[in-house]
């Protein structure tokens, strides 16, 4: 049984920092490529960042050098550390993992299998 946990979100000004956590259990840590998405109201999942088996991570065009994506496998949890937050980044943020991913389609939310229960950031203004 594989489990995903998110938190780290909260109510935030714009230029504010927040670090989402995501901890993961079940399956082998090392062995998933994990991903983070975010939601806002009315609007589609979309993809925000990626680390595969190897670490190497991929961002949006919209994070602009924002944010950072980075995994502890002595703790299991992959973390998103968010800077110059914007209002257009208020979002539901998932974090979601598989062990089975076709790379080239890594930033598609349809690929991963196991998804938290997400966590709600809002930035006011």
């Known amino acids: 049984q594989v489990q995903l946990v998110e938190s780290g979100g909260g109510l935030v000004q714009a230029g504010d920092s927040l670090r989402l956590s995501c901890e993961v259990s079940g399956g082998t840590f090392s062995r998933y490529v994990l991903a983070w998405f975010r939601q806002a109201p009315g609007k589609e999942r979309e993809f925000v960042s990626v680390?595969?088996?190897?670490?190497?991570?991929s961002y949006a065009n919209f994070v602009g050098g924002r944010y950072t994506i980075s995994t502890d496998n002595t703790k299991n949890t992959l973390y998103l550390q968010m800077r110059s937050l914007e209002p257009e980044d208020t979002a539901v943020y998932y974090c979601?993992?598989?062990?089975?991913?076709?790379?080239?389609?890594?930033?598609?939310?349809?690929?991963?299998?196991?998804w938290g229960q997400g966590t709600q950031v809002t930035v006011s203004s």
């Open positions: 979601a993992a598989d062990s089975n991913i076709i790379m080239s389609s890594r930033r598609m939310p349809a690929q991963y299998t196991y």
């Open positions: 680390t595969d088996r190897y670490r190497r991570t």
